[in-house]
C-alpha cells in the first residue's frame, strides 16, 4: 500500500478531516519490541485523505516510528470521499489482504478523522477479522463544521458547485497519490456520514463501542473487538503552522471543546484514553510536517505509547 502524500492535499483535507492511505508495509527489524504488537497495526486515513504526494508522508514520521520499535505497520487507501459504509467496503478488501499475507488473521485498525467510522464499520460487520479499534479525532456524533456546512440546501446550485470543487478536490489527491486504483468520489456522502444526522443513523446501525450517554465512555469491548478513542481540543497550537489558521476559523462552528473539525465529546469511543490533548485535528497525525504544541506530548509518542498498550494487552 502506501505511505504518504502532498501538502495541498494535506492542508485541503484538514478543513474537511483527513487520514492516510496506502499499500501494505511490512515492519523494520526490532529494536527495543515496545512497539511490536501480536497483530499488525493498519492506519486508515480520513476524509480528502492521502498516503504519498511528492515525498510527504500523512501520517508524519509515526509508521516509521512504530516499525523501529517492531510493530508491523500498513497504511492503507480508501476513497477521499464517500459514505462511511462504501469507504468501509473498500478498507474490507485491503484487511483481507493483510490479515492473509501477515498470517496474523486479524489487524489492529487505527483511524483518523473519517477514517474512525469507516473502522468501525468493518469491525461490526467483520469482528472476526479484527482485534482492536482506535479512532483519533472522530466525529463519532457528527462535526458542528459538517452540520455548517449542510445548511446549503439541498439539491441547490449551491450546493451542486460545492460538490463538483470537492469532488474534483478528491479525484485529484487521489492522482497525486500515485495510487493504482482510481477511487471514487462521492463528497455528499462524505457530508452525510459526517453531520449529527448521518452520524446518528450510523450509530443506530453500527453502535458498538459508542457510548449511550452525551459525553461517557462506550464499552470496552464488543465481539471480541477492544475500542479505544483519544483526540484533541485546541485548534491553535503552533504559529508556524499555516494550517492552524484554517483549524482556528473552522472552530468558531462549535460550541464545545474541539480540535478545530471534531467536538470533545464528539471524539469518544469505547475506552477513551484522554479527549484533551493539547492538539488540533492535524497534530493529530503530527502534521503540518511535526509542528505541534511544544506543551504538549509528542504526537509520534502517544501512537508508540498506544502500541506498547495494545501490545500489553495481547494485541
Not at 480528502?48 to 492503507?76: E, H, Q
Not at 483481507?96 to 461490526?124: C, D, F, M, Q, W
Request: net charge neutral; glycine share 12%; aromatic share 6%.
Amino acid at each position: 500500500m502506501k505511505k504518504n502524500r502532498n501538502l495541498l492535499a494535506l492542508l485541503i483535507g484538514a478543513g474537511l478531516g483527513i487520514t492516510a492511505s496506502g499499500i501494505p508495509q511490512t515492519a523494520l527489524s526490532a529494536s527495543s519490541g515496545y512497539t511490536q504488537t501480536k497483530y499488525p497495526i493498519v492506519l486508515t486515513h480520513g476524509m480528502l485523505g492521502f498516503d504519498n504526494i511528492l515525498g510527504i508522508d500523512y501520517w508524519y514520521g509515526i509508521p516509521s516510528a512504530l516499525r523501529k520499535d517492531g510493530a508491523t505497520v500498513y497504511v492503507t487507501h480508501v476513497s477521499q470521499l464517500n459514505t462511511s459504509e462504501a469507504r468501509g467496503e473498500e478498507l474490507l478488501e485491503q484487511v483481507e489482504e493483510i490479515a492473509a499475507i501477515s498470517g496474523k488473521g486479524k489487524v489492529n485498525l487505527i483511524g483518523h478523522s473519517h477514517g474512525g467510522p469507516t473502522i468501525r464499520y468493518l469491525a461490526a460487520i467483520r469482528p472476526d477479522l479484527v482485534a482492536s479499534v482506535t479512532s483519533v479525532g472522530s466525529p463519532h456524533k457528527g462535526s458542528a463544521t459538517a452540520d455548517f456546512l449542510r445548511k446549503v440546501p439541498k439539491d441547490s446550485a449551491g450546493e451542486a458547485i460545492l460538490a463538483g470543487i470537492t469532488n474534483g478536490l478528491g479525484a485529484l489527491i487521489n492522482f497525486l497519490s500515485g495510487s493504482r486504483t482510481t477511487t471514487p468520489q462521492n463528497a455528499l456522502g462524505s457530508l452525510e456520514s459526517l453531520n449529527s444526522v448521518g452520524a446518528a443513523a450510523f450509530n443506530a446501525k453500527y453502535p458498538q463501542g459508542i457510548p449511550a450517554s452525551a459525553c461517557g465512555e462506550g464499552a470496552y469491548q464488543v465481539n471480541g473487538v477492544r475500542y479505544y478513542s483519544w483526540g484533541g481540543t485546541s485548534p491553535l497550537t503552533n504559529l508556524l503552522d499555516p494550517s492552524d489558521i484554517l483549524l482556528g476559523a473552522t472552530s468558531l462552528t462549535f460550541k464545545e471543546a474541539n480540535d478545530g473539525l471534531v467536538g470533545r465529546c464528539s471524539s469518544h469511543m469505547g475506552k477513551v484514553i484522554r479527549d484533551d490533548y493539547r492538539m488540533n485535528h492535524l497534530d493529530e497525525v503530527n502534521q503540518t510536517f511535526g509542528l505541534t504544541s511544544l506543551f504538549e506530548t509528542d504526537p509520534v509518542s502517544v501512537y508508540r505509547q498506544h502500541a506498547n498498550r495494545l501490545k500489553n494487552e495481547g494485541l
